[in-house]
């Protein structure tokens, strides 16, 4: 494995080598090597690029990881990925795409995730995304996630977009049935003049559904952010949407939460503040010997964190 694919599998999925258990890691658009197990199985789709990967009944206390690297400038990669998790599992995903780009050439990843979670399952799902590359050519990330949570089922969702990433299109929606939770946490930071769009549709449609979605982003220099969080109440259950972000430099941010009330006895609430780093804060670290950038790095790494 080349350095620079083992600094992307660091920064996306912490890994310095292939992991264990199950795994499917894919490079410039190829696959470049999987392993399946008893209990979590590994299969390339034939009708579009992708994979499906099927996860039987009662499986717990394993991972499967699945990243992305992309080494090739002027790429447009596109793959389609879908989870089948059995009833009663309690499992690990680990995804992500690293993206190093150093050439002229626009270098484009999307990625399109479903997952349909059974029965009384616990899937935590991690993602991360990271570019880097001394190339003029920007890193541009996509990823589409839609996630079916059957009677009882929870997800625990954390994606983070980490340094490098020049535009980038999200889309998130979680269908949660009866008695079902999902909570959600997106990071994002932004510099230079980098684009970010995030929206998320989280739909409570059965009887004590939950759902929390968490937002924390950093915007800097002259990026430019913007925010579309909905919860929608289609049954009794409880929603809670919260916004926070920090503006810095000559930066922009938008954050545009709504909430949908179908059902007479949903209960959603939502929270958003925008601002920069406190004064007082900044003070504080610098008496303890720190530059302001030095503090200022300490902060944000303690709000993505």
Known sequence: MENVDIRLLREIAD????????????????????????????VSKTDKPGIDIYIKDGTKHQSVHIPVLITQTGLDDLVYNDF???????????AGCGIHNEG????????????YIGENSRVQYVEKHYGEGEGTGERVMNPRTEVYLEKGAFL???????????????????????????VVTEKLLTHGKQEAESEMDVILAGEGARGRVISRSVAQDESHQIFYPRMIGDAAGFGHVQCDSIIMGKSRIESIPALTANHPD????????????????????????????????????????
């Open 156 to 182: 625990q969702m954390d994606t983070t977009q980490l340094r490098g990433v020049d535009s980038t299109k999200r889309y998130t929606k979680v269908v949660v049935k009866e008695d079902a939770e999902a």
């Open 266 to 305: 949903a209960q959603l609430i939502h929270e958003a503040a925008i601002g920069r780093i406190a004064g007082d804060q900044l003070l504080k670290l610098m008496t303890l010997g720190l530059t302001e950038e030095e503090a200022e790095e300490e902060i944000l790494n303690g709000f993505l964190g």
């Open 15 to 42: 890994l310095e080598t292939t992991p264990q258990g199950a795994y499917n890691i894919r490079k410039n658009g190829e696959l470049a090597s999987r392993n399946t197990t008893a209990n979590i199985d590994i």
């Open 104 to 115: 002229s050439q626009e270098t484009k990843h999307d990625g399109v995730h479903t997952f």
């Open 84 to 94: 089948h998790i059995g009833a009663d599992c309690d499992v690990v995903i680990v």
